[in-house]
Nanobody, 121 residues
Framework: QVQLVESGGGLVRAGESLKLSCAAS????????MAWYRQAPGKQRESVAL???????TYADSVKGRFTIYRDNGKNMLYLQMNSLLPEDTAVYYC???????????????WGQGTQVTVSS
């Protein structure tokens, strides 16, 4: 079992910044990918940023150059620094972790409860 707890959401104005945090605990394998997803009202959940176990990062086109994903493995923390926020960034943001075994086989997918980010114009 893995537990993920997000924090850092809130209400900001367009152009401002927020930093989301995700605290991970439980059976976290040494090989895992972590990511941030978001879901706006009436829309499907979408990937925002991925940080693979090897360190590779992938961003949605809509957030490239504005958002940065990074982690502190010593503290089992994942972060999302969000700059130059836009009203269209308004959504519930979810932390995601995927565990892989030593063969590279996915063994579990975990989600946090989400944190609301609201950007006013």
């Amino acid at each position: 079992q893995v537990q993920l707890v997000e924090s850092g959401g809130g209400l900001v104005r367009a152009g401002e910044s927020l930093k989301l945090s995700c605290a991970a605990s439980g059976s976290i394998f040494s090989r895992n990918d972590m990511a941030w997803y978001r879901q706006a009202p009436g829309k499907q959940r979408e990937s925002v940023a991925l940080l693979a176990s090897g360190g590779t990062t992938t961003y949605a086109d809509s957030v490239k150059g504005r958002f940065t994903i990074y982690r502190d493995n010593g503290k089992n923390m994942l972060y999302l620094q969000m700059n130059s926020l836009l009203p269209e960034d308004t959504a519930v943001y979810y932390c995601n972790l995927v565990n892989y075994n030593y063969l590279g086989v996915r063994t579990g997918v975990w989600w946090g409860q989400g944190t609301q980010v609201t950007v006013s114009s």
